[in-house]
């Protein structure tokens, strides 16, 4: 119950702070740090996962914010690479910090575009009422195979293939 009240005050914080987020459109996302965005396919995870009809709102914060609402909501006084906050059944917030993502790459052996894939992905699915054990494993998975896998090759993987390597032809 404590958790649920924290996010209603985390969701009053979020309507009265219109620079951080706009829930206007199905999908919102704000850079508040100086870092470039990684290219990531937002709106089809979104829509996979969360639905079409799902109004997210992604905002990238700086260490010292996410340390902030870090100590805030969730009483841990350090940034964190990620945050999800459900503001309804069809409406959420995830905040990501770029600088605290980029320090656990190696940790996890994925580059920092694939990583905050995954995170957004594991954000996602806290929205969606996971929590974290085998279940939400065995989703991460899922997803970020379908939008992260690379085969030997460097390709994206695709649906359609029988991912097997084509046979060499001899060339005449």
């Known amino acids: 119950m404590a958790r ?11 309507r009265s702070n219109k620079s951080l987020t706009s829930m206007e459109n199905s999908l919102s996302i704000l ?6 965005l990684p290219n990531l396919p ?3 995870l979104k829509n996979d ?7 997210l709102s992604i905002a990238f914060i ?12 969730r009483g841990k006084n350090n940034p964190t690479n990620i945050l999800s906050f459900p503001l309804s059944k ?11 993502v980029k320090t656990q790459l ?8 694939d990583f905050t894939g995954f995170l957004v992905i594991h954000g996602m699915l806290h929205l969606k009422g996971m929590e974290h054990g085998a279940i939400m494993e065995k989703a991460e998975k899922k997803y970020d195979q379908k939008y992260f896998y690379r085969n030997r090759r460097g390709n994206n993987h695709d ?3 029988s991912g097997r390597i084509p046979k060499r032809t001899n060339k005449s």
């Open 4 to 14: 649920e009240k924290k996010w209603r005050n985390y969701e009053s914080w979020v």
């Open 31 to 36: 850079n508040q740090t100086k870092g470039k």
């Open 42 to 44: 937002f709106v089809l």
């Open 49 to 55: 996962i969360l639905g079409e009809k799902y109004s």
């Open 62 to 73: 700086g260490e010292k914010k996410s340390k902030e609402i870090n100590f805030k909501y």
């Open 90 to 100: 069809t409406e959420g917030e995830i905040l990501i910090c770029p600088n605290v």
């Open 106 to 113: 190696k940790l996890w052996n994925k580059n920092y575009r």
């Open 159 to 161: 649906e359609n293939s």
